[in-house]
C-alpha cells in the first residue's frame, strides 16, 4: 500500500471524486482521499492522500490557497461563472483605476455568502443539488480571509487576478461581489488551483502522468511527516516504545531533544501561563506547543501537543502502525 501525499493536478471534466476514483484504479488500494472539491471546469493543484496519509486531508483542507482566476465583467450568472444561465447584463462603462480599487477593497477578514451552486451542505443536501431542482435556502454567511489579490491583466471586460485566501473562500462569489461593487456584474471565466498549502502548479502530476510512473513513487510521493516541516521534532527514547504503540501521553522525561526549539518553546509556553489569570488561560490553550514526533528507530508518530500541566505529550493525530 502506498502511504504519503501526491500533488495531483486536476484537469478540466473531472470531478474531484472522480480523481479519486482513477487513483485507486491506479494504484489497486482503495484508502484514498482528497483534500477539497474543485469544481469540474476548474483545473490545478489537488492534493491527495493514501493509504495512512488519509488523516490528514481535513488539515490540509483548513491551509491557505492560491488560486489564478479571469473575472469577466457585464454579467451574472446563476452559477456565478460563464457555465450558468446569464440573469443580469450591463455595459462595461468602469476606468481600470476604479476597477483596481473594487477588487482591492475586498482584502482581508470579510463574511461571504456561499453560493447556492457549491458542495457545501445544509440540512444534510448538497446547496448545488438543491439548485439544480430551482430550489434556493438560506445560507449563513462565513468568516474568510482574503490575504491579498494581484492584479495580473486588465483587458476589459475581463481582469486576471491571482488570490492568496483561507479554507473555505469561493472564488466565483469574489467574482461576482466585485462585479456588484462596480455596479456592471461580473462571474468567473476560469480557475486554476495554483498552490494548496505547500503544494504548487509546478510540481503537480496529471493522471496520465501517474499511470506512467507506478512503481517509483519515491520520485513524487511526499511523506506524512514533511507536511508539518514547520513544527519542531521530537524522538522517543526505547523505554517509551510501549506508550507510542498504544496511542498514549508521553512523560516529557521519555523524549530526547531533536530540535534545539524545544526548550526554548516550551519555556516560553510556562512564561505565558504563569503571566496570565485564570480567565484568560484558556486562550493560551489555542497556541499549545506542537511538535512532530519519531519513535527512537526515528520512524515518524505523530503530532502532539506539549501540556504544561502534566508535562507530557498529548498525541493529536496519530500515524504509526
Known amino acids: 500500500m502506498v502511504n504519503g501525499i501526491i500533488n495531483v493536478y486536476k484537469e478540466k471534466g473531472y470531478t474531484s471524486f472522480d480523481v479519486v476514483a482513477k487513483m485507486r484504479g491506479i494504484f489497486h488500494q482503495k484508502k484514498i482521499g482528497h483534500t477539497g472539491t474543485l469544481d469540474p471546469d476548474a483545473e490545478g493543484v489537488l492534493p491527495v492522500c493514501l493509504g495512512k496519509a488519509t488523516k490528514v486531508c481535513d488539515l490540509l483542507t483548513d491551509k491557505d490557497k492560491e488560486y489564478k482566476a479571469v473575472l469577466l465583467l457585464g454579467q451574472a450568472t446563476d452559477t ?4 450558468g444561465e446569464v440573469v443580469n447584463t450591463a455595459s462595461v462603462d468602469v476606468t481600470e483605476e476604479e476597477v483596481i480599487t473594487a477588487i482591492q477593497s475586498f482584502v482581508g ?3 461571504q455568502l456561499p453560493p447556492m451552486y457549491s458542495a457545501l451542505k445544509v440540512n444534510g443536501q448538497k446547496l448545488c443539488d438543491l439548485a439544480r431542482q430551482g430550489i434556493t435556502v438560506e445560507r449563513k454567511p462565513r468568516e474568510i480571509t482574503v490575504y491579498s489579490i494581484e492584479i495580473q491583466e486588465i483587458s476589459l471586460p475581463e481582469v486576471t487576478i491571482l488570490v492568496h485566501c483561507s479554507k473555505g473562500t469561493y472564488i466565483r462569489t469574489l467574482c461576482h461581489d466585485i462585479g456588484e461593487k462596480l455596479g456592471c456584474y461580473g462571474c468567473m471565466k476560469s480557475l486554476l488551483r495554483t498552490r494548496v498549502s505547500c503544494f504548487e502548479l509546478e510540481n503537480a502530476y ?3 502522468e501517474l499511470e506512467n510512473l507506478v512503481g517509483k513513487t519515491q520520485d513524487f510521493v511526499i511523506s506524512v511527516d514533511s507536511i508539518f516541516d514547520e513544527l519542531p521534532s521530537v524522538r522517543t527514547n526505547e523505554e517509551a516504545q510501549k506508550l507510542v504503540i498504544n496511542g498514549n501521553r508521553i512523560p516529557v522525561e521519555f523524549v530526547e531533544i531533536q530540535d534545539g526549539r524545544l526548550e526554548e518553546l516550551l519555556s516560553e509556553h510556562v512564561k505565558q501561563q504563569t503571566n496570565l ?4 488561560k484558556k486562550d493560551v490553550q489555542k497556541n499549545i506547543p506542537s511538535f512532530r514526533v519519531y ?3 526515528n520512524v515518524f508518530v505523530g503530532i502532539y501537543n506539549y501540556i504544561e500541566d502534566t508535562k507530557d505529550f498529548k498525541p493529536v493525530k496519530i500515524f504509526y502502525e
Open 80 to 83: 456565478q461563472d460563464v457555465t
Open 109 to 111: 477578514k470579510q463574511m
Open 295 to 297: 519513535d527512537y528507530t
Open 206 to 208: 496529471k493522471l496520465s
Open 277 to 280: 489569570s485564570n480567565d484568560n
